[in-house]
């Protein structure tokens, strides 16, 4: 059984920096493409970043490029995505998926197992 647990979450103000981390279990880490997506309250979830089972290929979407950083140690089975100068619109429950691919997709699609979520709140 897979298991994929984000943490990290809270409140920050403005301009400030967290650092979410995932750990998953249950399936060969190295061997799967993550990925972090977001939704915020009344709105529909949308893709943040994915990094490749290597590092090879990370991809972002446009309004966090140059803010956010995805990373991921699969010594450790673990994802992170560390967040700088963060602004109010940041603010959504962040989850972190697994895909069954190599492969980074910034499409749902291949993703299969998702954590349960992490609050961020970014206060203006």
């Known amino acids: 059984q897979v298991h994929v647990v984000e943490s990290g979450g809270g409140l920050v103000q403005a301009g400030g920096s967290l650092r979410l981390s995932c750990a998953a279990s249950?399936?060969?880490?190295?061997?799967?493409?993550m990925g972090w997506f977001r939704q915020a309250s009344g709105k529909e979830r949308e893709f943040v970043a994915a990094?490749?089972?290597?590092?090879?290929?990370?991809y972002y979407r446009d309004s966090v490029k140059g803010r956010f950083t995805i990373s991921r140690d699969n010594a450790k089975s673990t994802v992170y995505l560390q967040m700088n100068s963060l602004k109010p619109e940041d603010t959504a429950v962040y989850y972190c998926?697994?895909?069954?691919?190599?492969?980074?997709?910034?499409?749902?699609?291949?993703?299969?197992?998702w954590g349960q979520g992490t609050q961020v709140t970014v206060s203006s």
């Open positions: 998926a697994q895909s069954t691919l190599l492969q980074a997709s910034t499409r749902s699609t291949p993703y299969d197992y």
């Open positions: 249950g399936r060969t880490f190295r061997n799967s493409a």
């Open positions: 990094i490749s089972w290597n590092s090879g290929a990370t």
